[in-house]
């Protein structure tokens, strides 16, 4: 009864100050995670901080505002107890499963790089050894995602060459059916090759980003053979991050 009361309280005061506005439910879920890292209880935490997982791709604005505020409510990390708190949020955010829709997976990849960057903040992420790991995972899945030597596809004209060979300035003219549903199939295709293009820039920046931001952490942390071996193999490295890694910048 007592616990059902202070989380009732904790969510009022959550509502008072506007924490989330995103549904009495997310709020509830918001004071109660605040509950927990005031208490420290971290088994709690874990099993609240799940509750974000069906946001990722239902609303992935808020499961990273989410991911911000409670990443914010553990600061400063005091504790131990804090900052395995920490070190399970980001490793969470790190194991979502791609979207299948191409567009919402670039959403999610320009939020999840930003928010990846902001947990670099923290020197209990940058010297952790375990969240390096699940960072090098993490780009070795970005890095299969991505096409070598990838060029754009899409263009500003689709269709240019079917109005060109009718010998007409607009789709609007086009007088044979075989034409106009050739020009719709042309600027469907563009479509989809315009969501590919962005996908790939968007794989691109993470890929780069959050390279150079794994080489330099574990630059300089203390590193043994297995620890080299499991980021160079989950991260893809080449000979040369590898040797970037090694040898410091």
Same mark, same amino acid.
């Given at each position: 009864?007592?616990?059902?009361?202070? !989380?009732?309280?904790?969510?009022?005061?959550?509502?008072? +100050?506007?924490?989330?506005?995103?549904?009495?439910?997310?709020? +509830?879920?918001?004071?109660?995670?605040?509950?927990?890292?005031?208490?420290?209880?971290?088994?709690?935490?874990?099993?609240?901080?799940?509750?974000?997982?069906?946001?990722?791709?239902?609303?992935?604005? @808020?499961?990273?505002?989410?991911?911000?505020?409670?990443?914010?409510?553990?600061?400063?990390?005091?504790?131990?107890?804090?900052?395995?708190?920490?070190?399970?949020? +980001?490793?969470?955010?790190?194991?979502?499963?791609?979207?299948?829709?191409?567009?919402?997976?670039?959403?999610?990849?320009?939020?999840?790089?930003?928010?990846?960057?902001?947990?670099?903040?923290?020197?209990?992420?940058?010297?952790?050894?375990?969240?390096?790991?699940?960072?090098?995972?993490?780009?070795?899945?970005?890095?299969?995602?991505?096409?070598?030597?990838?060029?754009? @596809?899409?263009?500003?004209?689709?269709?240019?060459?079917?109005?060109? !060979?009718?010998?007409?300035?607009?789709?609007?003219?086009?007088?044979?059916?075989?034409? @106009?549903?050739?020009?719709?199939?042309?600027?469907?295709?563009?479509?989809?090759?315009?969501?590919?293009?962005?996908?790939?820039?968007?794989?691109?920046?993470?890929?780069?980003?959050?390279? *150079?931001?794994?080489?330099?952490?574990?630059?300089?942390?203390?590193?043994?053979?297995? +620890?080299?071996?499991?980021?160079?193999?989950?991260?893809?490295?080449?000979?040369?991050?590898?040797?970037?890694?090694?040898?410091? *910048?």
């Amino acid at each position: 009864m007592k616990t059902l009361i202070k !989380k009732i309280l904790l969510f009022v005061l959550a509502l008072s +100050f506007g924490i989330c506005s995103s549904g009495a439910e997310n709020v +509830f879920l918001r004071a109660s995670i605040m509950g927990c890292v005031a208490s420290n209880n971290v088994p709690e935490f874990i099993s609240l901080i799940s509750g974000f997982g069906d946001l990722y791709t239902n609303n992935p604005g @808020v499961y990273f505002e989410n991911i911000r505020q409670t990443s914010s409510d553990l600061r400063p990390v005091t504790n131990d107890c804090s900052m395995v708190m920490l070190e399970k949020l +980001f490793q969470m955010m790190l194991n979502n499963k791609n979207p299948n829709d191409m567009s919402l997976a670039t959403h999610c990849l320009d939020l999840e790089r930003d928010a990846i960057l902001g947990f670099f903040n923290f020197e209990p992420i940058r010297t952790n050894s375990e969240c390096m790991i699940a960072l090098a995972k993490y780009i070795g899945k970005i890095r299969c995602l991505r096409i070598p030597n990838y060029e754009n @596809v899409a263009t500003g004209s689709p269709g240019h060459d079917i109005l060109e !060979k009718a010998g007409v300035m607009s789709p609007l003219n086009l007088k044979s059916p075989e034409q @106009v549903s050739a020009y719709a199939n042309a600027v469907q295709m563009n479509k989809i090759h315009l969501m590919q293009d962005r996908y790939q820039l968007a794989l691109f920046e993470s890929d780069k980003c959050l390279s *150079f931001q794994l080489l330099h952490s574990c630059s300089k942390l203390s590193k043994n053979d297995s +620890f080299v071996h499991e980021i160079e193999t989950d991260a893809q490295l080449s000979a040369q991050e590898k040797s970037r890694m090694l040898k410091g *910048f």
